[in-house]
């Protein structure tokens, strides 16, 4: 299935060879948009798979929605600068998953650095995915303890037994060791 992409650029000079690109690449319907604001519009309206800036690094223009977009969403960024930027920008916006090219690009190069992008993309969302995983076990654990603990001072009963109670009692109701422990909060907590 084709991804979609956004072109965020200041001028349309090479605006169509940059959307052909996108398209060799995998992307399919690519949108453009001459200013940040309308850029940042589309990508609160729309889902997005990769972003792509290339404007002059005048007042840092583009630099700031790529460092939002990162650091919010999970979506690919590829900034394209004209000129030297400061080392300490640029290293920045790697460090937070930015990749950046400086002009002129082959057309090799940028479609490595697009499929990078996409890879990178992926494997940003497979993290989040995981790390939400993660807390909702962290989560469950920490309310199967707050659970047990509740057993152990109102029913005194050991921390073995307390947490065999909430495991038969998951097996018995056929639900969740969470769901179980919600209900003896419930019941046992003011």
Do not use: W
């Not at 650029?9 to 398209?23: D, F, R, W």
């Not at 630099?63 to 600068?81: E, S, Y």
């Not at 037994?161 to 038969?168: C, G, L």
């Amino acid at each position: 299935m084709p991804e979609r992409a956004l072109i965020l650029t200041g001028t349309e000079n090479g605006t169509a060879a940059l959307i052909e690109l996108l398209g060799q690449a995998g992307y399919a319907p690519v949108e453009t948009a001459s200013r940040e604001a309308e850029a940042r519009k589309r990508l609160s309206e729309d889902t997005f798979s990769a972003v792509v800036i290339c404007v002059p690094p005048d007042g840092e223009s583009g630099v700031g929605l790529a460092g939002d977009i990162v650091r919010t969403t999970d979506i690919g960024v590829l900034l394209i600068l004209r000129g030297e930027m400061p080392g300490r920008i640029t290293a920045a916006l790697e460090e937070e998953g930015v990749l950046i090219l400086q002009r002129p690009v082959s057309r090799p190069l940028f479609l490595k650095a697009v499929r990078l992008v996409g890879a990178m993309r992926r494997r940003i969302r497979s993290l989040r995915l995981e790390n939400a995983k993660l807390q909702s076990k962290i989560e469950e654990i920490r309310l199967v303890d707050r659970a047990k603990c509740v057993l152990m001072q109102v029913l005194i009963l050991t921390e073995p037994q307390a947490h065999r109670y909430i495991e038969k009692q998951a097996m018995d109701l056929r639900c969740t060791k969470k769901q179980v422990a919600e209900d003896i909060l419930k019941t046992y907590e003011m």
